[in-house]
């Protein structure tokens, strides 16, 4: 019968294996010193129109209740910082490096699986689910515990070689070891990303006000135009927005991916303005099927081009 630590060692040897950058484990119990900031952010309104940040918010706080019988997360990190960077031009709007490759959802939830279906072939029963951005977990929380990163000032998960990283999460019903430390804050004094963004979107509490948000601006927000609260520039930007990540002294440190599956085909992020006017929903599906960009559709990709 193996140890919960020689388990653990294990399934983060296996999940190295595979690809992952980063594996640690943390219980899956509540998470009730998050609660009252959760819920300040969600009454004062900064999750804006994305009214499912408001629902199930006890299984926000608690993964335990996403699978039953549950006792652990396992969380991992998949870096996707581009191997080449393309230099940013006034006529191309850009696109957020996690939207240049295969969608990410896929990429990392295919190998969860398999790390999931090795363990219970090759170590000991288990049951779990896998999940990427794709249920009500607070992920950079979990992370955070697990010992994978710290909470940078934008919110995001930052680790000694930056922010480029995917997460996920395997819930299971395993009893793992718990025995890492926590990473210390290395933010420092440093405020680069605050003085950065440039509608004032980065919040004291290490959290982001959706309101002002680029990124919510260009991919949550659903409506055919925009009202009078949105910013009115979007510097450049056409789907999401890399500005705090890219100021951020710790992302000079990232090292480049080893996914080939995140390799962008160089037309998608080099478009001018005039391209997008005339891309038709042919080409919009030639060239962006199966990438994130797809979930904004062509007309709201034109939408966002203009402003």
Not at 4 to 10: E, F, T
Not at 111 to 117: D, G, I, Q, R, T
Not at 224 to 241: I, K, L, Q, V
């Amino acid at each position: 019968m193996l140890t919960p630590s020689r388990l653990s060692a294990k399934i983060r040897e296996k999940a190295l294996a595979l690809g992952f950058d980063a594996c640690g484990f943390v219980p899956a119990r509540p998470l009730e010193e998050e609660r009252a900031r959760l819920l300040s952010w969600l009454m004062q309104g900064h999750h804006a129109g994305m009214g499912y940040m408001a629902r199930h918010v006890e299984e926000r706080l608690d993964p335990s209740r996403l699978v039953p019988g549950s006792k652990s997360v396992i969380v991992v990190l998949l870096n996707y910082f581009p191997r080449k960077e393309m230099p940013a031009a006034p006529e191309v709007p850009r696109i957020a490096r996690y939207a240049w490759g295969r969608d990410y959802h896929r990429v990392v939830r295919r190998k969860l699986k398999e790390l999931l279906a090795w363990i219970d072939r090759e170590l000991v029963p288990v049951r779990g689910r896998a999940f990427v951005d794709s249920a009500p977990l607070l992920e950079r929380e979990l992370a955070r515990r697990a010992g994978l990163g710290w909470r940078g000032r934008n919110g995001l998960l930052l680790t000694r070689k930056g922010s480029w990283f995917f997460l996920g999460e395997l819930v299971v019903d395993l009893e793992l070891a718990y025995d890492h430390e926590e990473v210390k804050d290395l933010c420092g004094t440093c405020t680069r990303c605050v003085e950065a963004c440039p509608t004032g979107a980065i919040l004291p509490q290490r959290t982001v006000d959706a309101r002002r948000c680029l990124s919510y601006w260009t991919i949550e927000h659903k409506e055919e135009t925009f009202p009078e609260e949105a910013p009115a520039s979007f510097h450049g930007w056409a789907f999401g927005c890399d500005i705090c990540q890219e100021v951020c002294p710790w992302n000079s440190k990232a090292e480049p991916h080893r996914m080939p599956e995140f390799d962008p085909d160089e037309r998608r992020i080099t478009l001018t303005r005039e391209e997008w006017r005339s891309l038709d929903e042919e080409g919009f599906r030639r060239l962006f099927a199966g990438t994130p960009v797809m979930r904004a559709g062509l007309q709201r990709m034109k939408r966002n081009v203009e402003r």
